[in-house]
Structure formats: C-alpha cells, structure tokens
C-alpha cells in the first residue's frame, strides 16, 4: 500500500479532521524515528498513518482497532504493518518486542499533548513551541486531562528515549508538517 492509498483510506473512514491531523502528526514522528535508527520510512510512516483510521467506526475498546483489522486486509495492507499497528492498543496486550511497536505506542499519545499546548500559545504554532513549553503544562494535570501523561512516560522508557528527548524530537517532526496540522499560527 501506498501512502497516498493510505491517506485515501483515512479520509474514507474519517470525518474528523482534528483525528485525520492525530494520524498525520503519529505518522510524521513515526517517519522521524525510522530515520534516525535506519528503519523504513516508508513501513513505519504507514503504520503512524494508519493507526487510529477505524477510530469514528469504532470507537470503543472492545473494538478498535481489532475490527480495523479486516478492512486493512481486504485493502491489501500487509500483515505485518497491520500486527504493529494492533500493537498500539494496551488492552489487546500484544507484545511489543519490537522497535517499531515500541516506536508506535511513543508516538501515539504525545503528540496529542503536543498539539495541545501548541494550540494554547499566544502563537497558535509549532514553530516555536520547546519542550520546556510542553514541560510546564505537564505538571498541570488539568491541562490535557485525558492524556496519560503515566503512559507516555513508560512508552518512551520502553521506546528508550528519555521523555524531553522524546519530546523534542516529536515537536520536531510535527514541524515537518505544521501546515497540515494546522499548526503554523502566527510565526511569519
């Protein structure tokens, strides 16, 4: 599969633009990662892209993203691509033995509260947002109270890349992308 083929999928199954811009910002950071251990940018931007496309159809634990699963096969995605990203989801306790699963799952959240904090600067951007932005709104626990910020600590342990690293280069690789997230704000 392509990864215009897997954009038009997305779009197929998802109305939601601020979920379309999550999928967007996951597949930016998952390319970003590949690049810096020598992975397939390709392989892994798929899955970053594709992770959360059955998300408005199913939009529970008890299926998503396991029912996903058939409509990437009848799409032609490869098995693997579509293990890992199954991978992602806690409740289906795969193990994650592998670096891109590792990479997926410390991708998928942070770049959530990234986009949050992004979007309550005075800029409305990426360009100039620095972890020690992102920092600050961490230690607010009412600030993005639906992210695990216990979760996203672990997945990047786990992805081994200490958090604020993490962070950075996360911010980074959204950057990359800034338009399509809707994230350029107010920076000239």
């Known amino acids: 599969m392509t990864r215009e083929e897997a954009l038009t999928l997305v779009r197929e199954y998802v109305k939601n633009e601020g979920l379309v811009r999550h999928m967007l910002s996951v597949e930016a950071a998952m390319r970003f990662y590949a690049e810096k251990f020598g992975e397939d940018v390709e392989h892994w931007g798929l899955i970053g892209l594709l992770h959360d496309f059955d998300w408005e159809i199913h939009p529970t634990l008890d299926q998503h993203p396991q029912d996903g699963a058939p409509i990437l096969r009848e799409r032609g995605v490869p098995e693997d691509?579509?293990?890992?990203?199954?991978?992602?989801?806690?409740h289906l306790q795969m193990p994650r033995d592998t670096l891109v699963r590792k990479a997926i799952c410390a991708c998928d959240e942070i770049t959530g509260l990234i986009t949050a904090v992004a979007l309550v600067r005075p800029s409305r951007s990426l360009y100039d947002l620095e972890p020690s932005s992102v920092k600050k709104k961490w230690k607010d626990k009412a600030f993005a109270a639906g992210t695990s910020r216990t979760e996203m600590e672990h997945a990047a342990r786990e992805f081994g890349v200490e958090l604020w690293e993490h962070v950075g280069n996360v911010i980074q690789s959204m950057r990359r992308i800034a338009p399509e997230l809707g994230l350029v704000g107010n920076i000239q």
């Open 81 to 90: 691509i579509i293990q890992d990203i199954l991978s992602h989801a806690d």
